[in-house]
């Protein structure tokens, strides 16, 4: 007797090879997480009903399904973890196909760095069991479709692929670390500024590596229930934290575990267990901090934090203990992005007050984070006119003290314990999750991708020790052609000012054209949109209004952010250029005289500056602030008085014109307010910018120059034989340092994908 399953496994691998005709099918016959080898073939000539073979294989898994489970535009199905992490690893294409037996269609899907940037969307896919996978619907395996799968095979590039799990980052972090230490061991043999200077970039490059996230507040605001939601882990009991007394630290680790660091240096390592936390950062079993604990370090699996994210739960900013606020205060101030959660469910009884102390927290820390997310929670207790009025509220007392740029564009409104329904008007933690992930990762805080950078500017750094040590080495007719190209050199270093004006002027002309042409874009198609509207339909009423602009508006500085990047980097090129181009005859004499290969430095690619978040600079301003008061009833702007005054007076048609030129105009005046602002803002940070590349690149050429000055005063006074050794040591050190860099950078680029 045959087994249905058996005779439904055949007749889909029956199919399958059908489909693919004419390739080849090599089976496996056992289950290794692999079905079938396909090789591609293609014809000697359009006539020719013979086939060669393309030496170009692919991998498939073929599944099948009695009935498939659609969402959307895709099909569902779901996968063990493991399997899509070793097909993800495999040196050739690697393809899902799953058939409907139903319908004897055959769906697929490719294994490849697309699909896992789609599920790196959810911060711990790569902890679970299975994994839903989206299969679009219009990936049907069919003879129409074999011409593209051979062109994605032929163009498929080996290049060796690594996921990061946990403990990689944190490991490569401290190899990083290493790495600055052995370095600066060696120039500890010399005297170089430029060494000097090199070290104190490399420190503070590899400190800003990981990307803080402090979860901050007043107390008892529900800090603990956000943290669990954004991880998607339950650290901690709920209501735990709300008693926290030290800072608490969530990074990612293997093995999961507690290290708490006491401010006398000890370190005690504990199980992952949340009673062990409270009793080392609970108030209630560590009261005033008596324990002398410095921080409580959770280490979870995590695949967000597990790029080079940190999350901390620091004490409330209210509490009354002078030596906790103080450590709250600077945890806090140390982040790069605040999260600052307030308990709003007061104001259903008429007892919310937005404190000064808050007002405080909002002007200081929103002025040095990168963001600062405002976040009202638990106003799922609130009724619809009380949120409203609090939204409103809100609003003013930002407006009224200014803070409006301290926050970010949109202010959370939410509930870290329940769902909004349909009926609710208030922000979900989807939302905000979304919108805190997305921040980090397009603004390139990728704590693997900065590792990989810093390990490019310690090479940079191994080749400019070279060449100074190297300056040493050459005899006494060289000196003067070496000390002449080091003038000409330093009397070409304000030029850079001149090529940083220049390109600095083009990006304001550039950026303005691009404003000017987005506002003029966002009326017109305002006024089209509100233009077709049939008149038996009701103009959309202020929120939607203003839903539209924040969402127009919040394009427009996402756009002219991707042009201002993009500008900035062909700045730094520039410079790196003309550095180059000044440098160039200097180090190949030098290197020639030493008979060595001229080596490339490029003094300004080690400077990056922070980045900007524009949208937190322009904050509410921007957004909810000068579009809130958008067709506000107080301005006159009411669509229900206008509609009152409109009907005594004109048609149906003309009141909907009457109508749609005082939105018009009234988005139009708002708009006329915002735009002035944006610009400044985008000047005066460029200005400053380029103001830091250059003095960046002065710095560096100088200490360059004088160190190689300083070995030049050494020319005329014979290398002795402990100069000679010291040299020979430290060469040969700085190259193993090379080649161990250069291996570390090459893992690191294994898992990011880039290569430079």
């Known amino acids: 007797m045959v087994i249905s399953s058996h005779l439904k496994e055949a007749k889909s691998k029956r199919d399958f090879e059908a489909l693919v005709e004419p390739w080849t099918t090599s089976w496996n016959f056992k289950d290794y997480g692999i079905d079938v080898f396909v090789g591609t073939t293609t014809r000697h000539t359009l006539k020719d009903e013979h086939y060669r073979n393309d030496n170009k294989y692919f991998a498939v898994q073929l599944k099948s399904t009695e009935r498939i489970k659609i969402q959307g535009d895709s099909i569902v199905f779901k996968i063990e973890t493991k399997k899509i992490i070793e097909w993800f690893r495999t040196n050739i294409p690697v393809m899902l196909v799953l058939e409907d037996l139903e319908t004897d269609i055959f769906y697929y899907i490719w294994i490849n760095d697309s699909l896992i940037s789609d599920l790196d969307k959810e911060p711990n896919w790569i902890n679970q069991s299975t994994k839903s996978l989206y299969i679009p619907k219009s990936n049907i395996l ?40 052995c370095l600066d061991s060696i120039a500890s043999r010399f005297d170089f500024q430029t060494n000097k200077i090199s070290s104190e970039t490399l420190h503070s490059n590899i400190e800003n590596s990981i990307y803080r996230i402090a979860i901050s507040g007043p107390s008892r605001a529900g800090k603990s229930s956000l943290i669990n939601r954004l991880l998607n882990k339950n650290l901690s009991p709920v209501g735990f934290f709300q008693t926290t007394g030290v800072p608490i630290q969530i990074i990612s680790s293997k093995k999961e575990h507690v290290s708490v660091y006491f401010l006398d240096g000890k370190i005690e390592e504990y199980p992952l267990d949340a009673k062990i936390i409270e009793q080392f950062a609970s108030q209630d079993f560590n009261q005033d901090n008596n324990k002398k604990v410095k921080t409580v370090a959770i280490k979870a699996k995590n695949r967000q934090l597990e790029r080079g994210i ?62 600062f997310f405002l976040i009202f929670n638990k106003v799922d207790v609130l009724s619809d006119s009380t949120l409203s009025e609090l939204k409103k509220r809100i609003q003013i007392d930002l407006n009224r003290h200014q803070l409006e740029n301290r926050v970010s564009s949109k202010i959370f409104f939410t509930s870290t314990t329940s769902k909004p329904q349909k009926n609710q008007n208030y922000d979900s933690i989807q939302s905000l999750e979304k919108d805190l992930w997305s921040f980090i990762l397009n603004n390139n805080k990728n704590g693997l991708t900065n590792l990989s950078g810093l390990c490019r500017e310690i090479q940079y750094s191994i080749s400019n020790f070279e060449e100074i040590l190297k300056s040493r080495l050459v005899d006494d007719e060289a000196r003067g052609k070496i000390d002449s190209m080091i003038k000409d050199i330093q009397q070409k ?41 049939p008149l038996t339909t009701s103009l959309p009423d202020e929120n939607i209004i203003r839903d539209y602009l924040r969402t127009r508006v919040n394009n427009l500085i996402e756009n002219c952010n991707h042009t201002h990047q993009y500008q900035l980097e062909a700045m730094k090129n520039t410079i790196n250029e003309q550095i180059e181009s000044n440098f160039k005859q200097l180090r190949e004499y030098i290197y020639h005289y030493n008979q060595q290969q001229v080596v490339d430095i490029s003094e300004i690619e080690g400077f990056n500056k922070p980045s900007f978040d524009y949208t937190s600079l322009f904050g509410t301003s921007v957004f909810a602030g000068l579009v809130s008061s958008l067709l506000n009833p107080l301005g006159g702007l009411a669509i229900g008085v206008i509609s009152l005054i409109g009907n005594l007076i004109f048609g149906a048609e003309d009141r909907r014109i009457n109508q749609i030129k005082k939105i018009n105009k009234e988005v139009e005046n708002r708009i006329d307010k915002i735009i002035p602002k944006i610009k400044s803002v985008y000047y005066s940070t460029i200005d400053q910018q380029v103001a830091d590349i250059y ?16 070995q030049m005063k050494e020319f005329g006074n014979q290398v002795s034989e402990a100069e000679k050794d010291l040299y020979q040591r430290t060469f040969i050190d700085l190259k193993g340092l090379a080649t161990d860099t250069i291996n570390l950078k090459k893992e690191i680029d294994e898992y990011t994908g880039f290569s430079a």
């Open 142 to 181: 069919s003879k129409n479709t074999l011409n593209s799968i051979r062109d994605y095979v032929n163009n498929f590039k080996n290049s060796p692929k690594k996921l990061i799990e946990p403990d990689t980052y944190f490991r490569i972090r401290e190899l990083c670390q290493d790495k600055i230490e």
């Open 310 to 371: 940190s999350i901390f739960d620091i004490p409330g900013l209210d509490d009354p203990n002078d030596s906790i606020y103080d450590y709250a205060y600077q945890a806090a101030s140390k982040a790069n992005v605040i999260l600052y959660l307030i308990d709003a469910s007061s104001a259903e009884t008429g007892g919310f007050i937005f404190r000064r102390d808050i007002k405080e927290h909002i002007d200081i820390l929103g002025a040095e984070a990168d963001k």
């Open 493 to 533: 270093v304000p030029s850079l000012h001149n090529t940083l004006f220049i390109q600095k002027e083009n990006l304001f002309n550039q950026l303005t054209i691009q404003i000017d042409n987005a506002k003029s874009s966002l009326l017109k198609n305002l006024d089209s949109e509100l233009q077709s509207i």
């Open 695 to 710: 003095n960046y690149a002065q710095r560096k050429i100088n200490a360059y120059t004088l160190d190689l000055e300083n």
